[in-house]
């Protein structure tokens, strides 16, 4: 499972920016991910039916 960081660094990497250690350190690039990482993660869990994020329940015969 990659990390925030790791995520992180993916996406500044596209955008050609440094990347960073972690989401606390004190680097303009970290606190933008810091502040937006977890917004735009469940932005985009809710835009999708994902597999992965619901649950079965076998019914009873009625």
Not at 29 to 49: F, G, I, Q, T, V
Not at 55 to 61: C, D, P, S, W, Y
């Amino acid at each position: 499972m990659a990390s925030e960081v790791g995520i992180c660094n993916e996406a500044l990497s596209e955008i050609g920016a440094a990347s960073i250690l972690a989401l606390d350190q004190d680097d303009k690039n970290a606190r933008e991910c810091n502040k937006r990482y977890a917004s735009l993660r469940d932005k985009l869990l809710r835009a999708h039916p994902w597999n992965f994020a619901g649950a079965r329940a076998k019914l009873g015969q009625l």
